[in-house]
């Protein structure tokens, strides 16, 4: 089954834009080779083009989403007149659609002759990423700017348009006279003035005492601005107090690193596959926001929880936690940072990021890294973000202000068709990525997979932590235990972990009002054709998946990929209810002779919803029982099997945070990898096949509790 067919009109018209190229033929894939100037040139100018479409795509749809929907309101102009304004704004939308459509007529007589091999490359955008990303910045702790601390902010400059930065002052009864001095004008917005700082490059203004969210004041950088210092005096906790904050570019507080932070895109050209199946399907060009193939080295599967915290460990430390001080139960025991590697940048994004031992540990490296000038950044989701996490969090940003923390929301626009009164309590950032950038590119490292920051990720029991208050009680009462079995990749490829790093960075700035994330490569199909892709080697390729944004590309790649298998399609998810879609194209391969293995989970207890759960994986089983279909329960007490893999054939792998259930294609932010590699399909089947050994056989329909599967029909989409 091939499913090209289904995809929306704007990848449609980029697909059909890059398959314009003629290409030449020439040798196989061992390695990546550069595009020649002529070929960056013209993969600049689509890129362009196709960037300044999407940004008035983007902008369209933010134009048609914020047009309210009367509930049905007295006034019938009031319902006629929101009407006609949403029909025009949708009206506008599909007219950049068909823009895009008409890239192609015009590239016709420019784009020829691009390279026919497997290449890869770098192309610098020129200019930021369109958009507007708005930040905040507490003054929490005072201590925190003295002057001999020699405090910095990162702010996007150079990376995102436009930037807005509200400054709130939280301190206890201090009025904070305040200078800020940049090289380039800039704008301030202070409450209560008659007149604001316009396009200057020097302002004297008091940050006052916070009362209500109005007093805030707003400081608004023009694209040139590129360093600023804010200092400020005033009597703080009782004491004459000066403090003093630089504001800098990751471009230039890094140099090292500076390429993570710069915009840019990858120009891909992808070699024909004359055989069908996974290596066809691996160099496919119709997803818009997935990197371009590269060979990874130093790659190894992380199935042990303790290996994989210790990898965390490792990567911040630069060596491991000894045995006694796991045992110790103790996050705050001596550590020895002799090893300590230089690091420029930590990057995180993990569905929770708890107050708990793990998240003690990994709390104490980040800091002490900040305090020696890296840039952090991390995303969690809010709606799993309880007191005593934000609580962390939030001291970490009040002591290190080159900590930065975005705590996820969808924004609820009430658009039809992009979700509804619910949605902001549930729509999460899924995608789980810790990535640490060294002075020294041999010391970077890029982990992901399906673990969250949670010690239920990492110990069978739960760490003994009473005499840390601050830090989750598990087993008491609003703090379920559950262990959880998951599965992770580490790679200290230099190549992959920036690929990684660029593509995090993406989501990081993206634009507040629209969410829309940049696309990550243009990848053309190139006219050289090869009979298979190598398999004794690590290709790897990243995808990022923001279903509300991306017409819900994930869902019909995750159909094509199903429908490349020609032997075995091997699937775990903890979660399983696919879409119809994915649903059709597990039924379709087993039904021309493809061997489906599925294993999940009908026990969910210890889960956040484990209520509702276990029903919805019922109904997803019984989707898709059907004959050459092999499902299997795990059956360990009190475990939840958590590891989201897909393997096709004995040649691909997927891993990543991407559940088979209808959220992970509609709701949540996701990202993966994909492995074409047979040893390492080898090794993580294997360790599937321990899994079903731990399991047992589901033969028959499973019954669904009947008011359980009546809210399932309700809120049908939700999980």
């Known amino acids: 089954m091939t499913i090209f067919r289904r995809w929306p009109p704007l990848v449609i018209a980029v697909t059909s834009l890059v398959a314009l190229f003629s290409c030449t033929s020439s040798q196989p894939n061992r390695e990546i080779a550069s595009l020649s100037t002529d070929s960056v040139d013209e993969l600049h100018k689509i890129f362009r083009v196709v960037f300044d479409a999407d940004e008035a795509r983007n902008l369209a749809q933010v134009a048609y989403e914020s047009i309210p929907i009367a509930p049905n309101p007295s006034s019938k102009s009031y319902v006629d007149n929101n009407a006609l304004k949403r029909a025009r704004a949708l009206a506008v939308f599909n007219s950049k659609n ?15 002759n691009f390279p026919g091999s497997l290449g890869k490359t770098i192309i610098d955008l020129q200019r ?103 200092q400020m005096i005033g009597k703080v906790n009782g004491q004459n107090s000066e403090g003093f904050l630089r504001f800098v570019r990751a471009l230039e507080h890094v140099p090292s690193s500076a390429w993570a932070f710069k915009p840019s895109f990858e120009g891909c050209s992808l070699p024909q596959i004359s055989n069908e199946g996974p290596s066809k399907f691996f160099l496919s060009s119709g997803y818009r926001n997935m990197t ?17 915290i210790q990898s965390k460990v490792e990567a911040l430390l630069g060596q491991r936690l000894s045995d006694s001080f796991i045992r110790a139960n103790n996050p705050y025991a001596k550590l020895d940072y002799s090893k300590m590697p230089q690091l420029d940048a930590i990057l995180i994004s993990s569905l929770v990021f708890r107050s708990d031992y793990h998240g003690a540990i990994l709390r104490r490296l980040i800091e002490e890294h900040a305090r020696r000038g890296a840039v952090v950044r991390i995303i969690v989701t809010e709606v799993l973000t309880f007191e005593k996490d934000r609580a962390a969090l939030e001291e970490m940003e009040a002591a290190y202000p080159n900590i930065r923390v975005q705590i996820y929301r969808w924004k609820n626009v009430l658009a039809a068709g992009d979700g509804g009164v619910l949605d902001p309590l549930h729509r999460t950032m899924h995608h789980k990525l810790f990535i640490v950038l060294a002075k020294d590119p041999a010391k970077n490292v890029a982990i992901m997979g399906g673990r969250n920051i949670h010690d239920g990720f990492a110990f069978s029991d739960a760490p003994d932590t009473k005499k840390f208050p601050h830090l989750a009680a598990y087993g008491t009462k609003g703090e379920p235990w559950s262990p ?115 294993v999940t989970r009908l026990d969910l207890t210890g889960d956040v919803a484990d209520f509702i ?8 089983i019984n989707s ?74 589901v033969t028959e329909t499973q019954k669904v509790v009947f008011w359980k599967g009546a809210l399932l029909g309700i809120l049908d989409d939700k999980f």
């Open 98 to 112: 068909a823009y895009l459509k008409q890239v192609q007529d015009l590239a016709k007589d420019k784009l020829k």
């Open 624 to 697: 898709v029982l059907v004959e050459n279909t092999e499902i299997f329960q795990y059956m360990v007490p009190n475990e939840i099997l958590h590891t989201k893999l897909i393997l096709i054939d004995e040649t691909l792998s997927v891993v990543g945070s991407v559940n088979l259930n209808k959220r992970s294609f509609i709701h949540d932010t996701e990202s993966g990898l994909l492995i074409h590699n047979k040893e390492f399909n080898k090794q993580t089947r294997e360790m599937i096949e321990g899994f079903i050994k731990l399991s047992s056989p």
């Open 484 to 598: 959880w079995r998951d599965f992770e990749v580490r790679s200290r490829s230099p190549e992959l972990v920036s690929t990684l790093a660029r593509h995090w960075n993406k989501f990081w700035i993206r634009d507040s009002e629209s969410m829309a994330v940049p696309n990550a490569s243009i990848a053309v199909p190139a006219a050289a054709t090869h009979d298979t892709l190598h398999t004794d080697e690590n290709w790897v390729r990243h995808f990022l998946s923001i279903p509300f944004k991306d017409d819900k590309q994930l869902e019909l790649y995750y159909a094509d990929l199903l429908s490349s298998a020609r032997k075995s399609i091997v699937i775990t998810s903890p979660y399983f209810r696919p879409t119809p879609i994915l649903g059709e194209a597990i039924r379709e391969a087993a039904a021309r002779g493809v061997k489906v293995t599925i």
């Open 292 to 308: 371009c193939p590269l060979q990874a080295s130093e790659f190894d599967p992380l199935p042990d929880p303790i290996e994989a």
């Open 128 to 230: 930021p990423y369109p958009g507007t990303l708005r930040e905040t910045l507490s003054l929490r702790k005072f201590e925190s700017f003295s002057k001999s601390k020699n405090a910095f902010y990162i702010f996007p400059m150079g990376e995102i348009a436009n930037y807005e930065l509200t400054i709130h002052n939280s301190l206890n009864k201090a009025n904070l006279k305040s200078v800020l001095t940049c090289n380039a004008p800039f704008d301030l917005i202070i409450p209560g003035m008659a007149s604001n700082h316009k396009s200057t490059l020097q302002a004297e203004f008091t940050i006052k005492e916070r009362f209500l969210a109005g007093e805030d004041i707003k400081f608004i950088p023009t694209a040139k601005v590129t360093r600023c210092d804010l």
């Open 613 to 620: 759960l276990g029903e919805v994986n019922k109904k997803g």
